[in-house]
């Protein structure tokens, strides 16, 4: 039973416009967000979090939003830069201590066209 | 930024032997590392919590005895694959969190494992 589901396996936008990713989980406990981006063979790189006492939390050209009573949080990236091509991966955990453990979804490969 | 790094980053083994993998946390300390595995095109699967000083905790369904873990410092873990087969060729990850309550862990780079 997947806990946290990325249902798009790809997303292909233009340079400059706005990126979408979306995530939704099932587990109501899960209070901690993130997302990592992760080139192939290499180890995912921490993009942004949220805490579930926000809807909202912005990084520069990252954004992240969460909505709690649909458990569903997105990140938007504006705007997209070819560089950003990779494959995005949200994550959740129950708190966010040291021991908190992460479950991830599947990923979502975005791909920026020139 | 957190820096961890793992060795070897690849690693081609034949069948039967015993694969030992490094993560270290270069600039912090870790009292909890975690060991993912991926497959390709697939989620990153979290097979253990390794604890610097005590047993490590495995995720259900991954064996212990076959994946051995030590966490001897307060920087470093070891995975160990012991008695290597094809189907334990993947991408293994490990991670670490600063522990300053944000949540975020940092990742090692990855060893990509080949069992002939």
């Known amino acids: 039973d997947q806990q946290v589901k990325q249902n798009s396996p790809s997303l292909s936008v233009q340079e400059g416009r706005i990126s979408i990713l979306n995530c939704d989980y099932t587990?109501?406990?899960?209070?901690?967000f993130l997302w990592y981006k992760k080139y192939p063979a290499e180890g995912p790189t921490f993009l942004i979090s949220?805490?579930?006492?926000?809807d909202k939390n912005e990084d520069g050209r990252f954004t992240v939003f969460l909505n709690k009573s649909a458990k569903h949080l997105s990140l938007h990236i504006v705007p997209s830069q070819p560089g950003d091509s990779a494959v995005y991966f949200c994550?959740?955990?129950?708190?966010?201590?040291?021991?908190?453990?992460?479950?991830f979804g599947k990923g979502i490969t975005l791909s920026v066209r020139p | 930024g957190a820096v961890v790094s793992q060795h070897p980053s690849w690693v081609i083994c034949k069948s039967g032997t015993s694969v030992k993998i490094e993560c270290r946390s270069l600039d912090f300390q870790a009292t909890t590392m975690f060991w993912y595995r991926q497959f390709p095109k697939q989620s990153l699967m979290l097979m253990a919590t390794s604890n610097e000083g005590s047993k490590a905790t495995y995720e259900q369904g991954v064996e212990k005895d076959k994946f051995l873990i030590n966490h001897a410092s307060l920087t470093l873990s070891t995975l160990t694959v012991t008695s290597a087969h094809p189907e334990d060729s993947s991408f293994y990850i490990c991670?670490?969190?600063?522990?300053?309550?944000?949540?975020?862990?940092?990742f090692g780079p990855g060893t990509r494992l080949t069992v002939l």
């Open positions: 991670s670490a969190n600063r522990g300053t309550g944000k949540g975020e862990q940092f």
């Open positions: 587990n109501s406990m899960f209070d901690y």
């Open positions: 949220i805490s579930s006492i926000k």
């Open positions: 994550a959740a955990s129950v708190g966010a201590g040291a021991n908190s453990k992460l479950t």
